[in-house]
């Protein structure tokens, strides 16, 4: 089964990403970590490609389970074929700076506000087969969400 977690940073894709992962047995790949399957970047997009094509096919079965953490919407098209569950991780904007605050030491430099803004407008439109919204909702609580999509489509 093919997992896309998506939505800007700091609202929590990698953390339930990593607690899932062990729960279902997948792999986690994040953003363009694809880049280390080839030596161009056409190859490895080729190379990741296959592999999520075939956890996509696998929906029933789930012994190929893939979650793939995005940030960039850009991404999101190259997607848009696939078999998949995607889940939009949201998150207050001013929890977002808080959480972003703590990566760089307390300091939230004046750009990294524009582009965390810019990020979140970015975002707005981008539906999910789930949303999530990790200011509100604690972490067990938006794991059974996700559980709860996989046993729903395994009937």
């Given at each position: 089964m093919l997992f896309i977690f998506?939505?800007?940073s700091c609202t929590g894709k990698s953390t339930i990403a990593d607690i899932i992962s062990d729960k279902i047995n997948a792999e986690v790949c994040s953003g363009k970590e694809y880049l280390k399957l080839a030596k161009n970047e056409y190859d490895a997009w080729r190379i990741f490609y296959d592999k999520l094509v075939d956890a996509s096919a696998d929906v029933?079965?789930?012994d190929n389970?893939?979650?793939?953490v995005i940030t960039e919407t850009d991404m999101i098209a190259k997607l848009d074929n696939f078999n998949c569950v995607k889940v939009k991780f949201i998150a207050d904007i001013d929890i977002i700076k808080t959480r972003f605050s703590k990566r760089m030491k307390g300091n939230l430099p004046k750009p990294i506000i524009s582009m965390i803004e810019r990020k979140s407008?970015?975002?707005k439109e981008i539906e999910g087969?789930?949303?999530l919204d990790t200011s509100k909702n604690d972490i067990e609580e938006n794991i059974n969400k996700i559980v709860e999509v996989i046993y729903k489509k395994n009937g």
């Open positions: 998506m939505g800007e029933y079965n789930c389970n893939i979650i793939y407008l970015e975002w087969d789930i949303v």
